[in-house]
């Protein structure tokens, strides 16, 4: 992977750990560690569990299938690095994820 695109997901990895430190009222390395850019992009699955952290605050009878709907739709980047996945890709989770985000937290 070249500089580019590790910048391009560094930067996905801090959009949302800047999302995660709003969401949990902490600072950088909060919750065990765990909301903290550097661990989401190069840990195993981070990525994808910190995005259901995200939303499973959010998590109501009125919220469930949307929430649901769109982990089903990342499950095959679960176990992967964010260096594993093609930016593209990584940039599309992304996007959906601030759509469903924003969805669920107006409503609730």
Known sequence: MNIENK??????????????????LCDRGGVG??????WIRNERGAFFYCMVMALIKYYSTE?????DKFIEG???IKDKEMDEIENKVA???????HKV??????GS
Request: glycine fraction near 8%; aromatic fraction near 6%; avoid cysteine.
């Open 101 to 106: 985000h924003k969805v669920i937290k107006k």
């Open 63 to 67: 919220s469930a299938s949307q929430i």
């Open 91 to 97: 940039e599309e989770i992304y996007n959906d994820f």
């Open 7 to 24: 910048g391009i997901m560094q930067g996905i990895a801090a959009g949302l750990e800047i999302m995660l430190r709003t969401e949990y």
């Open 33 to 38: 560690g765990i909301i903290d850019s550097d």
């Open 74 to 76: 990342i499950d095959e």
